[in-house]
């Protein structure tokens, strides 16, 4: 991906923030706050730097606020010591009231203060968990897929389990470097440095004991929350481990019932949740113990400052200056040293968040010329968009011209210097042995492999010129695995949940091109029938017709169809044929990979693919009266037929 595309003040693919729940005076108050505050190249590396100095202003409002709840703090306990020395000097009833009513306000200030210093934080969190939210979708939707070399790819290096670990847990761990670290270290450390300043100036004595009493409870909390950081690091490590294997477990458990690897992958699964439940009770027992500590340590924090106070100072104290200092120790650093040690635990849980995402913003990911395409741009009669759906350019004489297109996987070449032209209207039939790299030439013209090209050009454009996003929508792709979600049927072929009524004419008529009449097929809920996952319910004839219908559902120029005919049987082929690819299809650019010896004469060229290079292209007549090696791959294919019919 361009970083480019993402600095701060470029043009991002993304949605602006728009929340509203932030209103224009606090939107002019705390800065531009709804617009993207950093890029992809920000969240590569220092992700938690990044997440607190990309909006100064707004940090800088935080600390502010909470610099003046601790000083509007620290008033407190001088008016309530001139309150305890005025009733023993005999001070007005109205005086010591006024007094007491200062130290009350000042006291309700700082809490008021720290409360918005809060507010101010989260918001900024959600902000952050939204953008970044987004940011980790489109670079997840943008990951190059690596068939060609995975090693390189490196997508299937990551599972299932472990991406949705990133928007589950990490992103808003990550993320509480602000709404939770921020607003506590401001409350904790504060107050630890500036309590004992207060101490100094007010009552007039070496400022060192109080400095080294603070001191210590500040190593105390680090001691304390190491550990409690680690075990936080491990539950994240524990719980990723077990989606994936969970996630593993029921995307194959059909195949695992079958072989009979249900027990062993249970085990699995039951070892993975011991190792989380172990951890899980030693981090309960750490933090008990540190809560129970952190109870304790002000009682022992306030001890200790008094005594030092009077060994040191060697003044005779008056009872105001006893119970100011006991308010400072006792009351005022409560707060800090209970709060500190999870700070400082959230804080490396963050650290730790914000590496794994990282890593996963560091992976590989394609040219980013611009965002998902709204939903109405593949509605029916919307896929003429972008340049290439142009009406007033002139149409170029081919649909697809390939030259020098190649695939390599390491020192192999999965596919090798094929080149191609394919006129407007054709119906192309791509032919070849299991391996020749059929679907992966498909993909390839997709842009979903890493391959090279000399040239490739789309109705005269040049391909390589165009984003991944626009490119794909001039294609219709029907996959050798035929795709269906948990949606109704009207969904599938729209492939937009909640489609809208004015589609259904145009979705009965899609399925009817594809030989797929719901009243016939046993779905009694029409278009409303819902399909199971991963279409459970449907046949695997039925799923290709579906694919078939969406195809022609979103009316693209050039289709892709990648064996798309495999499931159906002889009749149910012959009317998709008749009815679809030389019916509706006719003017549109076709190009079907196949194993069907049928659909070949009817096909207008047919490329042979062996070992990754073009073989043989041309009228299937000619391929069969003048390559050996067609001939030997359709006497295969016949042969393969015949042992099917048997």
């Given at each position: 991906?361009?970083?480019?595309?993402?600095?701060?003040?470029?043009?991002?693919?993304?949605?602006?923030?728009?929340?509203?729940?932030?209103?224009?005076?606090?939107?002019?108050?705390?800065?531009?706050?709804?617009?993207?505050?950093?890029?992809?190249?920000?969240?590569?590396?220092?992700?938690?730097?990044?997440?607190?100095?990309?909006r100064?202003?707004?940090?800088?409002?935080?600390?502010?606020?909470?610099?003046?709840?601790?000083?509007?703090?620290?008033?407190?306990?001088?008016?309530?010591?001139?309150?305890?020395?005025?009733?023993?000097?005999?001070?007005?009833?109205?005086?010591?009231?006024?007094?007491?009513?200062?130290?009350?306000?000042?006291?309700?200030?700082?809490?008021?203060?720290?409360?918005?210093?809060?507010?101010?934080?989260?918001r900024?969190?959600?902000?952050?968990?939204?953008?970044?939210?987004?940011?980790?979708?489109?670079?997840?939707?943008?990951?190059?897929?690596g068939?060609?070399?995975?090693?390189?790819?490196?997508?299937?290096?990551?599972?299932?389990?472990?991406?949705?670990?990133?928007?589950?847990?990490?992103?808003?761990?990550?993320?509480?470097?602000?709404?939770d670290?921020?607003?506590?270290?401001?409350?904790?450390?504060?107050?630890?440095v500036?309590?004992?300043?207060?101490?100094?100036?007010?009552?007039?004595?070496?400022?060192?004991?109080?400095?080294?009493?603070?001191?210590?409870?500040?190593?105390?909390?680090?001691?304390?929350?190491?550990?409690?950081?680690?075990?936080?690091?491990?539950?994240?490590?524990?719980?990723e481990?077990?989606?994936?294997?969970?996630?593993?477990?029921?995307?194959?458990?059909?195949?695992?019932?079958?072989?009979?690897?249900?027990?062993?992958?249970?085990?699995?699964?039951?070892?993975a949740?011991?190792?989380?439940?172990?951890?899980?009770?030693?981090?309960v027992?750490?933090?008990?113990?540190?809560?129970?500590?952190?109870?304790?340590?002000?009682f022992?924090?306030?001890?200790?400052?008094?005594?030092?106070?009077?060994?040191?100072?060697?003044?005779?104290?008056?009872?105001?200056?006893?119970?100011?200092?006991?308010?400072?120790?006792?009351?005022?650093?409560?707060?800090?040293?209970?709060?500190?040690?999870?700070?400082?635990?959230?804080?490396?849980?963050?650290?730790?968040?914000?590496?794994?995402l990282?890593?996963?913003?560091?992976?590989?990911?394609?040219s980013?010329?611009?965002?998902?395409?709204?939903a109405?741009?593949?509605?029916?009669?919307?896929?003429?968009?972008?340049p290439?759906?142009?009406?007033?350019?002139?149409?170029?004489?081919w649909?697809?011209d390939?030259?020098?297109?190649?695939?390599?996987?390491?020192?192999?070449?999965?596919?090798?210097?094929v080149?191609?032209?394919?006129?407007?209207?054709e119906?192309?039939?791509?032919?070849?042995?299991?391996?020749?790299?059929?679907?992966?030439l498909?993909?390839?013209?997709?842009?979903?492999?890493?391959?090279?090209?000399?040239?490739?050009?789309?109705?005269?454009?040049?391909?390589?010129?165009?984003?991944?996003?626009?490119?794909?929508?001039?294609?219709?792709?029907?996959?050798?695995?035929?795709f269906?979600?948990?949606?109704?049927?009207?969904?599938?072929?729209?492939?937009?949940?909640?489609?809208?009524?004015?589609?259904?004419?145009?979705?009965?008529?899609?399925?009817?091109?594809?030989?797929?009449?719901?009243?016939?097929?046993?779905?009694?809920?029409?278009?409303?029938?819902?399909?199971?996952?991963?279409?459970?319910n449907?046949s695997?004839?039925?799923?290709?017709?579906?694919?078939?219908?969406?195809?022609?559902?979103?009316?693209?120029?050039?289709?892709?169809?990648?064996?798309?005919?495999?499931?159906?049987?002889?009749?149910?082929?012959?009317?998709?044929?008749?009815?679809?690819?030389?019916?509706?299809?006719?003017?549109?650019?076709?190009?079907?990979?196949?194993?069907?010896?049928?659909?070949?004469?009817?096909?207008?060229?047919?490329?042979?693919?062996?070992?990754?290079?073009?073989?043989?292209?041309?009228?299937?007549?000619?391929?069969?009266?003048?390559?050996?090696?067609?001939?030997?791959?359709?006497?295969?294919?016949?042969?393969?037929?015949?042992?099917?019919?048997?």
């Open positions: 991906m361009d970083d480019a595309t993402h600095r701060s003040g470029d043009a991002s693919p993304l949605l602006p923030f728009r929340s509203q729940f932030v209103s224009k005076s606090s939107a002019a108050f705390l800065g531009d706050a709804l617009a993207p505050p950093f890029g992809l190249a920000g969240v590569r590396r220092r992700l938690l730097w990044t997440l607190l100095c990309s100064k202003r707004t940090l800088g409002v935080a600390i502010a606020l909470g610099v003046l709840a601790t000083s509007v703090g620290l008033l407190a306990p001088w008016f309530q010591k001139s309150f305890v020395d005025g009733i023993l000097q005999g001070a007005s009833a109205r005086s010591l009231a006024f007094t007491m009513l200062l130290a009350f306000a000042t006291m309700f200030l700082s809490q008021a203060l720290l409360s918005v210093t809060r507010v101010v934080c989260m900024e969190s959600t902000l952050a968990q939204k953008w970044l939210s987004e940011l980790l979708y489109e670079h997840t939707l943008l990951l190059k897929t068939e060609a070399n995975p090693a390189e790819g490196k997508r299937s290096s990551r599972t299932v389990g472990e991406t949705v670990a990133l928007y589950a847990t990490d992103v808003m761990a990550a993320c509480n470097i602000l709404d670290v921020v607003p506590n270290l401001l409350a904790s450390l504060i107050p630890l500036a309590a004992p300043i207060a101490i100094s100036l007010v009552h007039d004595v070496p400022l060192w004991p109080p400095v080294l009493v603070s001191a210590l409870s500040v190593a105390s909390c680090l001691l304390l929350s190491k550990r409690q950081a680690r075990l936080f690091g491990m539950m994240k490590t524990f719980a481990r077990r989606l994936s294997i969970v996630n593993e477990w029921l995307q194959n458990m059909r195949a695992l019932r079958v072989l009979g690897w249900m027990n062993a992958f249970e085990q699995r699964i039951f070892k949740r011991e190792d989380e439940s172990v951890n899980r009770l030693s981090m027992t750490n933090g008990s113990t540190m809560n129970s500590i952190a109870q304790v340590a002000p022992l924090v306030n001890v200790a400052g008094v005594v030092s106070f009077l060994s040191v100072a060697n003044v005779t104290p008056t009872p105001g200056d006893v119970f100011s200092l006991l308010w400072i120790f006792g009351v005022f650093l409560v707060r800090p040293i209970r709060m500190l040690p999870w700070a400082i635990v959230v804080a490396v849980d963050a650290q730790t968040s914000a590496k794994r990282e890593t996963f913003f560091g992976l590989p990911a394609e980013h010329g611009g965002a998902n395409l709204p109405h741009e593949s509605a029916p009669g919307g896929a003429q968009c972008g290439l759906g142009d009406a007033s350019r002139t149409p170029a004489p649909a697809l390939v030259k020098g297109l190649t695939v390599t996987a390491g020192e192999r070449h999965l596919l090798f210097d080149h191609f032209r394919i006129a407007k209207g119906l192309v039939g791509i032919i070849g042995e299991v391996g020749a790299g059929k679907s992966l498909l993909q390839s013209l997709l842009r979903e492999t890493r391959a090279t090209f000399r040239s490739y050009q789309v109705d005269g454009i040049d391909a390589l010129g165009l984003s991944v996003a626009k490119l794909r929508t001039r294609f219709g792709y029907v996959p050798q695995d035929s269906v979600m948990s949606a109704s049927l009207r969904d599938n072929v729209s492939f937009e949940y909640g489609s809208p009524e004015a589609h259904e004419d145009a979705v009965l008529e899609a399925l009817r091109l594809a030989d797929f009449i719901p009243s016939q097929e046993r779905l009694e809920g029409g278009l409303a029938t819902e399909i199971g996952e991963r279409g459970v449907l695997g004839g039925q799923r290709q017709r579906v694919n078939l219908a969406r195809a022609h559902f979103h009316k693209r120029e050039t289709l892709l169809l990648d064996d798309a005919l495999s499931a159906l049987d002889t009749q149910t082929e012959s009317r998709v044929r008749r009815k679809l690819l030389q019916g509706a299809w006719k003017n549109k650019t076709r190009v079907l990979v196949t194993h069907r010896l049928s659909i070949l004469p009817h096909c207008d060229r047919v490329l042979f693919l062996e070992n990754g290079r073009v073989a043989a292209f041309g009228p299937f007549h000619e391929l069969l009266a003048n390559s050996e090696g067609v001939r030997a791959f359709v006497k295969s294919l016949s042969k393969a037929e015949e042992g099917r019919a048997l």
